[in-house]
């Protein structure tokens, strides 16, 4: 609904805003088109009046012209009436005289006498004439005038006051003249009646018969003064036929001469325009008039205000006028017009513009409206179709009768809604499908969620099972191992013991017998392949024991910053015996100078590295073996590579698996050698390092082990050196030993050795028995085995640490147990015990030194071997040495025990050690709150 | 009441009239005595002369006057009298006139020529062919603005020879100075000067019937009319003269053509008549020439007529004087006759030069032909007259100065212009 409401009001807005804007623009227009008409009307109404009071004004200045044509015609005319009488007086005259000329040739009169009778008759008749006459001779001698006085004066040298000869020019040119026309001519004289000199006009006409100027004239002074009323006259007549025109209503002409006097004017004829000031600019009219009249034709108006002829005295009508001036005359003739008068009609001229403007923008405007509202119209139902197709209502169409633009929308809408119609109905299908889909899948899902509930349930009771499996593997591995170990122990213990007696007391019986000894020697070689197969055993087992404890994690990894160089070189150390014994074998060993340290467990790293050349010296008999050791893009990367038989292809990953040995050609004849563990614990060993292992080989030609390990930089640590407290305790000669163990064969045995030894022995069978007798007893030395019936040895050991009676006797853990740390004891054996070890063991407790064999013992870093094992041992044989100098010692022929500390044994190349002849190896534990004694191993 | 209004509006306009004579003017006003006719026989010549004057009057005063003084126009109608012009210049130079001009008769030209000469003022002659009054009556104060006899028969004498060579002329000749020096320079320049087999007559001017000498020009069949008449003279002649059939079996050559003669004489009858002008309104718009074209503009505007010949002369001779007195810095005669002297100037049409020798204004001639009627009256003023056939500049035409001495020397007078002598300061 919401949405609508602008949508439904959107039309109705559009068309009262289009006429309100419409009415706007109209009104607008309107006011525009009637100001445009009402400066286009003035301007048609003053161009209409500019062209009518210019016509107006030619045709005054023509009346004027024409007026001064006809004073300058009257003045002619006058003049040609004054010659016209002096012309018919001297026809007179002349005719006079031919008269007499006439009697002369027809009647024979005597010429002299009749001459001088015209001219007395002709002296006489001029007094009576209007004007004077006179009659000239040839030589200028007045002949003929009405004052006798002047007969005979020559008028030849007469000279006018410009020095003209006046009657001589005069003879000349009416002797010239055509006959019967008389010339004229002016000369200066006294007006007898005014007095004044004035010109008289004179006519001469030339009588040929006698030789004779006849002349005649008059004073021209009277001409003006005859001309003045007809002048006058004109004047009145030009004024009254201007003061007719009438310009524009009430304007009219006015005319002014050159000095400024009105010649023609309504009311101020005769005024001096000079005096009247325009009130609104007040200048002189005069000057107004002047300026405008030497302006060009066209532009020769000025505006002034002025009273008008029926309103006297109010001079504020505005008047514009036209000037010009009267070429002949010279005088200023003017149009005048009120500005009201020409714009008298101004309002309706606007009107007849602006009228059927104002129609044509009504017209246009109502026809605007409809078309706009019509427009609307299909645009109104469409937004109705849009409403209803918005709420989803696609049965509606548009109407497509319309013409244009909007049939042209309308058609596509509708093709639109067609369009949403198919697409909706596709839509419905493709919901129902999917729908249909949906079903069909949640029931597949259904079931194969419930498949798959049942197989993670398996899968769980599986990884159950297989935890369990593994836990039980673990235990089963520990426990067979333990359980292994022990009759390993008596096994290997007994051979020793009965190889031992009998090449000791049963060989020498038979020394003088063949077959005897014979028959003992071979006795002696079968128990020495009873004892080494027992050993090798017992390697497997603590092999299979390592692995298992890596991949449980239950190893304790001894990270410090390592360099892997000196593992190298240890390891190195470690098997050179080995490539000593084969000399077609040569070891290269080429390590990058300046390796960073990096974070790793020495001694698995030298038990790698030792592992691998373990296997390449064991791979190849004859040739080279090398390790090379740099760094790698980010890696620090080893190479052990050897010419031996190589790895296949099909076995380079798998030699990594446990238990996995490369099958060479024949294995009747070549039985694998070793436990077929190394590798694969080499490889969680690096693995763990987060560095890879892996062969590269060729088949016969050689292979090459090579492992990265990513080179990450870790500040050093100072490792704390741990001070060193060796109390050397006395030791009593007499010692009583207690030895605890529930099987009696070992017990026995135990006894027996310890007894070898001259020793006092008590024996005990179990963990509760061991308490008692060795409170009962006091001995020096506890023998305790671990898993006993009833009390078990720890449990003993605790009481006994607990018993202030026993808390101070030492105690030598002999266990099958893999881990005899914690167990208490001051020294652990790991069952099968080895004799000798076991001996030495007892004697280091008993603080015996019986063999008196020097102890060497190994320190780290500083760090020697710790703990109150060396109160056990006399401390001026102990020595304390690093690794290095421990074989250097070892290698010039050291002979004694060896303590080692736990970490050492992974890390020493422990075979060659065992190797050497006359070492006894102890191995402390870890802490040294507890002493185990080491495994011995004795070649 | 009435009485005493009407006699007091007859002594006023008594008043105005004398003052309308004499009018009161400022003593800085340079007066120009324009000695024209605006009645007789040759007003349809001074009213134009009196139009453009005066619209040359208002302009230079609009403008400022000459050397900053008012420019007072003094005309008088002369009525082409001899005596009325000497009473006219008189009172002219009476007045103080600094300049006489106007005037279309030579005979009052010569008049007008003489009494200047005697005052010591210049006298421009606007429209006066007759050769003498630069010649044998020729002075230093006397200049001529329009062509003389001799230019109009050195332009209108090649095309007759060319269209109507060893044909037979007539003329009719108005008897004085312009007639007679006219057709004799005519007569030689179209090798007619056997009076027998190219007859002439004399006709006195203000003649109105000229049935008897154009009957006997009928009689004697010329192929060549040869009119030297002038103004109404002229009119009434061609008149007749068409009414007599003279056009269909002769051309008639009439020297001088105005505007004026010819719309006294009316479209038709001046149809085919050929003759030579020195300035015709079409003429700047010809030469693209602005400042003629301006003056016709401001004329047609002002009078609604189109200025002719005579009007284009005042007009030339007022803006002259204006030129001279401006170069000269003086309104002294002498001053303004030496600035005129050899002066080339450019007004309404081409290059003009007041030659020195003669102070003739060297200029240009247009050879013109009536124009059919029609071709008149398409006209929006209906003052077409005149279809201008060729021009020839007036180096080629003037009086060649060897010539000018000899007839100089024939009349008596020295062959130079007297120096000003008797010059009134």
Known sequence: ???????????????????????????????????????????????????????????????????????????????????????????????????????????????????????????????????????????????????????????????????????????????????????????????????????????????????????????????????????????????????????????????????????????????????????????????????????????????????????????????????????TTGWYVAATAYVEDVEAELPRLALSIFLPALGAILVLAGALALLF????????????????????????MAPEDVPGEMGFLSRHFNFMIRRLRGLRRKEERRRLDLEALNRELEKVVDVRT?????????????????????????????????????????????????????ANNFLPLAQDQDKLTQRGRRILDNLEIIRSEGERLTRLINDVLDLNKIESGRVDWHDAETDLALVVERAVAAVRGQFAENPALKLAVDVEPGLPLLRLDFDRMVQVFLNLLHNAAKFTSAGRVGVRVFRKDGFLRAEVSDTGVGVPAADRERIFDKFHQVRLGDTL??????????????????????????????????????????????????????????????????????????????????????????????????????????????????????????????????????????????????????????????????????????????????????????????????????????????????????????????????????????????????????????????????????????????? | MHRRRAVLAAILALCTLLAGSFPARAASDVLLGMNYPLTGPYSVEGLDQIRSARLAVDQINATGGILGRRVVLVPRDSGSDVLQTRLNVRELLDMGCRMIFGGASSDVALEASRLCRLAGVPFFATLAYSSPLTEEFGHRFVFRECNDAWMTARVLGPWLNEHFPNKRFFYITADYTWGWSTEGALRRNTGTEDVHTHPGLLTPLGSTDFVRELELARDAQPDVLVLVLFGKDMAYALEKAVEMGFPRFCQIVVPNLTLGMAERAGAANMQGVVGTTSWNWKVPALLGQRRGQAFVDEFMHRYRRYPSSPGASAYTIVYEFKAAAEAAGSLEAMDIIRALEGRTFHLLKDDQTWRALDHQDVQTVFLVRGNPPEKVLSDPLRLDYFEILDSRPGSQTVLSEEAWKAARIKAGQPPYLEPAEGARP
């Open chain 1, 1 to 327: 609904m919401k949405a609508q409401e602008p949508a439904a009001h959107l039309p109705h807005g559009t068309f009262w805003r289009f006429l309100l804007i419409s009415a706007v623009i109209a009104v607008a227009t309107a006011a525009v088109a009637m100001a445009v008409a009402w400066v286009i009307g003035r301007n048609i109404v003053h161009g209409i009046q500019e062209e009518g009071s210019l016509t107006v004004l030619r045709s005054a200045v023509d009346l004027v012209g024409r007026t001064r044509v006809a004073d300058e015609q009257t003045r002619t005319f006058y003049m040609e009436q004054r010659r016209e009488s002096l012309r018919s007086t001297n026809d007179y005259t002349v005719s006079v005289l031919s008269t007499y000329v006439r009697q002369v040739r027809e009647t024979g009169r005597n010429e002299t006498e009749a001459r001088a009778t015209a001219m007395a008759r002709l002296s006489e008749v001029t007094k009576s004439l209007p004007h004077q006459t006179f009659i000239l001779d040839g030589q200028g001698s007045l002949v003929a005038h009405p004052d006798q006085e002047r007969l005979g004066q020559s008028l030849l040298d007469f000279r006018d006051n410009e020095g003209q000869l006046v009657f001589q020019r005069l003879m000349d040119e009416a002797r010239r003249a055509r006959p019967g026309q008389s010339v004229f001519g002016l000369y200066p004289a006294i007006n007898p009646n005014t007095l004044v000199l004035e010109l008289k006009l004179v006519a001469a006409r030339h009588f040929d018969p006698w030789n004779l100027t006849v002349c005649a004239d008059m004073f021209m002074g009277d001409l003006e003064q005859d001309l003045i009323p007809r002048r006058l006259a004109n004047l009145a007549e030009l004024r009254a036929r201007v003061q007719e025109i009438m310009v524009s209503k009430s304007g009219y002409i006015l005319i002014m001469d050159e000095n400024g006097a009105f010649i023609s004017h309504p009311v101020l004829t005769g005024h001096s325009a000079g005096q009247l000031k325009d009130p609104a600019s007040g200048r002189s009219m005069e000057d107004l008039f002047h300026e405008a009249a030497e302006r060009p034709f066209g532009e020769n108006r000025f505006r002034y205000r002025w009273e008008r002829p029926d309103d006297r005295g109010d001079f504020s009508h505005e008047k514009i006028a036209w000037c010009v001036r009267e070429p």
């Open chain 1, 450 to 502: 419930r498949a798959l509930k049942r197989k993670a349930q398996n899968l769980e009771d599986v990884n159950r099972r297989l935890k369990e499996l593994d836990r039980m593997k673990s235990a089963f591995l520990s426990s067979v191992s333990h359980e292994l170990r022990t009759p390993l122990t008596s096994v290997l213990g007994f051979a020793k013991l009965i190889s031992r007696d009998f």
């Open chain 1, 373 to 396: 509202k019509n427009l609307l119209k299909p645009v109104r139902d469409l937004i109705s179709v849009c409403l209803a197709v918005s709420r989803g209502e696609l049965e509606v």
């Open chain 1, 669 to 939: 004849r070549e039985k694998p050698q070793g436990t077929g563990l190394g590798l694969a614990i080499c490889r969680q060993i690096v693995e763990r390092h987060g560095g890879r292992i892996w062969v590269e080989s060729e088949e016969g030609q050689g292979s090459t082990f090579v492992l990265e390990i990513p080179l990450k930089a870790a500040p050093l640590e100072a490792a704390p050196v741990p001070e060193i407290i060796a109390e050397p305790v006395p030791r009593a000669e007499k010692a009583l030993v207690l030895v605890a163990d529930d099987e009696a064969a070992v017990n026995s045995y135990l006894t027996q050795l310890l007894e070898a030894q001259d020793l006092e022995v008590v024996q005990a069978f179990d963990g509760e028995s061991a308490v008692k007798k060795a409170g009962a007893y006091q001995p020096d030395l506890v023998v305790m085995d671990i898993m006993m019936p009833g009390m078990d040895g720890r449990t003993a050991i605790a009481l006994l640490r607990r018993d202030p009676r026993t808390a101070n006797i030492p105690v030598m853990v002999v266990s099958a147990l893999p881990d005899l740390a914690g167990m208490g004891g001051d020294a652990a054996l790991q069952k099968p015990v080895d004799e000798t070890a076991f001996i030495e063991a007892v004697n280091c407790l008993l603080n015996r030194g019986g063999s008196g064999k020097p102890v060497l013992a190994l320190r780290r870093n500083g760090e020697t071997v710790p703990g109150p094992f060396f109160a056990l041992c006399p401390a001026e044989s102990i020595v304390h040495c690093d690794e290095s100098e421990l074989w250097q010692r070892i290698d010039a022929g050291f002979e004694g025990t060896v303590l080692l500390p736990d970490w050492a044994v992974d890390r020493l190349d422990m075979r060659r050690l065992s190797s050497a002849k006359g070492i006894h190896l102890l191995i402390l534990p870890e802490r040294a709150q507890a002493e185990h004694p080491a495994e011995d191993k004795k070649t």
